[in-house]
Each structure stands twice: as structure tokens, then as C-alpha cells.
């Protein structure tokens, strides 16, 4: 077996990870923004900036609701980027004034997304603001979530996720709250200081 004469002992592929490190560390933030991007991006600020609600929340639903699928559809009917029932859809088009809403209608990204952050934004005021409730209520129903809060089941806070009764609304909210602060984190470093 031969010695290495005086040449490094770190393989090949050790110096390639090294180098992949490297070029992953001094392109940070760009390739995170694969796994958190901005689809329809002028479509959320625009409805955002309307409903007064953060831009970046939405896109932390849209990236736990359909994973920026369009075309995306849950086994119980809930379609769109944002997820949306079509009876909610239906109930939110009646509160804006608007005419009746084909099912369909709710993989067109202006539609779903407009949908989405008015209703986000009714949760909001309804909730006072209070995130992990907005969240809750957005997955489990605005009813629920009350009942929980009137029974003292939970309190809304992101320390007592834990006590929320549902196993998926408990995983639903943690998963936006994370996905919101790594939106934040990317595309506004201000917006948490």
C-alpha cells in the first residue's frame, strides 16, 4: 500500500462537499429561495397590500396548503393554491359582493389567491391578529377555533400549540409558523428585528 507523499489526506469527494459548502454558503440566501419561492409574487403582494395582511403569511400557506400547485385539489374538494372550499368561496364572494363562483374558478391563481387574503384577513380581525389563531382557524374552522378558546381548551398562543385538539391543526399551524419565518427570513431580514 502506498503512502500519500506529501499530499492532503482528505479525498476527493471530501473537497468536493467542502467546495459545495462553500458555494452554497456564499450564495445564501439565493438557493433557499428554491424551496421558498414566490409564485404569482405580483398576484399575493398586490391582494395582501388590498387586506392589509402580510404577503409573506400567504405565501407560508400556499406553501403548506398545495406546495405552489395551482391545479391542486385535497381529497375533500378543497382547491387552488390556498386550498379553498367551494362553499367557503361561495360564502366569501357573498360578503364581497361579488356574483356566484364557478368550483373551477378556484385554480385561477387571481381568484384563489384574492379569495384567500380576504378571508385571511376577516380571520385577522376576527382573531385580533393573533397569528397561531388566524392559522388555526384558516385549517380547522373559525368555529372550532372559538369553541376551543371559549371552552379554556386553547389559548391561542404558539407556546401551547400542543393543546390544540387536533393532531393535524397542532401540525398545520406549527408548519406555517415555520414556513412564515423562513419567508421572513429570506425576502425580509427587517421584518423580524
Not at 374558478?105 to 379569495?115: E, G, R, T, Y
Not at 380581525?125 to 371559549?150: C, H, K, M, T
Not at 423562513?182 to 431580514?189: D, E, F
Request: charged share 20%; net charge negative.
Amino acid at each position: 500500500m502506498a503512502l500519500n507523499k506529501g499530499r492532503p489526506i482528505l479525498s476527493k469527494w471530501l473537497w468536493i462537499a467542502i467546495l459545495i459548502f462553500i458555494a452554497l454558503l456564499l450564495t445564501f440566501p439565493k438557493w433557499i429561495t428554491y424551496f421558498y419561492p414566490q409564485p404569482h409574487k405580483e398576484i399575493v403582494f398586490t391582494q395582501a397590500q388590498e387586506q392589509g395582511i402580510d404577503p409573506y403569511l400567504v405565501f407560508a400557506i400556499i406553501r403548506a396548503e398545495s406546495k405552489y400547485e395551482d391545479a391542486a385539489e385535497s381529497p375533500v374538494g378543497a382547491k387552488g393554491l390556498m386550498q379553498i372550499m367551494p362553499e367557503t368561496a361561495q360564502w366569501i364572494a357573498k360578503q364581497r359582493g361579488m356574483g356566484a363562483l364557478e368550483p373551477d374558478s378556484l385554480h385561477d391563481p387571481q381568484v384563489n389567491i384574492s379569495l384567500g387574503c380576504w378571508y385571511l384577513a376577516d380571520l385577522s380581525r376576527e382573531f385580533d391578529g393573533r397569528l397561531p389563531l388566524v392559522i388555526a382557524a384558516y385549517n380547522a374552522g373559525r368555529g372550532r377555533v372559538s369553541e376551543w378558546q371559549a371552552a379554556g381548551v386553547w389559548d391561542g398562543q404558539a407556546e401551547t400549540i400542543d393543546r390544540i385538539p387536533f393532531q393535524e391543526t397542532r401540525n398545520y399551524v406549527r408548519n406555517v409558523l415555520a414556513n412564515y419565518e423562513a419567508y421572513q427570513i429570506i425576502y425580509a431580514p427587517d421584518a423580524k428585528s
